[in-house]
């Protein structure tokens, strides 16, 4: 079964500052991957996607990701934080004939002032 | 556009009781999904519900149940609460049985057991 492992639980960052969240999986089958973020008290809303094509993605919110197939990894950049950018970031991975969509522990992003 | 919309925000219960938990997808979407967030964890799957039945399950005792109805709302029954079955619930949906369609969540239901 896929696994996803979010090798940072807290980034903290000066605001303005480039941010890199980094995200590995495990799957012996074709992946399809996400980055969600989670306000306070919230739902998790959907960043980016990686479903095909192009490796690089563009999401809401100025984010993009990386896909690498030969590392397993699809890490979440963003050049320029802001204060709202403060939240908790999810990395998840759905195999092709799976509907258990896996997510990571989370990494917390802090964006200081 | 109302989003997935679940209810309650907030649910106390004590240990040996039992809980529903209600959920209302994104207009438009026909498939649901439950997932349980621990405290300072990411979410995991329960289950999905596409058609009214259960597709496909995660790794959760029996005691986890659910249903969804024609309109395609759904809900998670839990019997003989536990204290370690306190978490946040989220509901997700999405159109279609699709494999790369990206959930969309609600805020969750808080559940604390005592």
């Known amino acids: 079964a896929q696994s996803v492992t979010q090798l940072d639980s807290q980034v903290p960052v000066f605001e303005e500052a480039p941010v890199e969240l980094r995200c590995n999986y495990s799957s012996s089958v074709s992946v399809y991957l996400f980055w969600y973020v989670q306000y306070p008290n919230q739902g998790l809303q959907l960043l980016l996607k990686?479903?095909?094509?192009?490796?690089l993605v563009k999401g809401i919110n100025g984010f993009e990701a990386e896909f690498n197939k030969s590392q397993t990894s699809f890490h979440l950049r963003k050049p320029s934080v802001h204060i709202s950018d403060t939240a908790e970031y999810f990395c998840?991975?759905?195999?092709?004939?799976?509907?258990?969509?896996?997510f990571g522990a989370g990494t917390r992003l802090t964006v200081k002032p | 556009d109302a989003g997935v919309t679940q209810s309650p925000t907030h649910l106390i219960k004590t240990r040996g009781q039992q809980v529903t938990l209600r959920c209302s997808p994104k207009?438009?979407?026909?498939?649901v999904s439950w997932y349980q967030q621990a405290l300072g964890q990411g979410p995991q799957f329960i289950f999905q519900y596409y058609e009214e039945e259960e597709r496909q399950r995660g790794n959760f005792p029996d005691r986890f149940s659910g249903h969804q109805f024609p309109n395609y709302s759904s809900e998670l029954n839990v019997n003989a609460l536990l204290l370690g079955d306190s978490a946040l619930y989220l509901c997700a949906s999405a159109p279609g049985a699709l494999y790369n369609s990206p959930l969309h969540f609600g805020n969750g239901t808080r559940l604390t057991v005592t």
């Open positions: 207009s438009g979407h026909d498939t």
């Open positions: 990686y479903l095909s094509g192009s490796t």
């Open positions: 998840a991975v759905r195999e092709y004939n799976n509907n258990d969509m896996r």
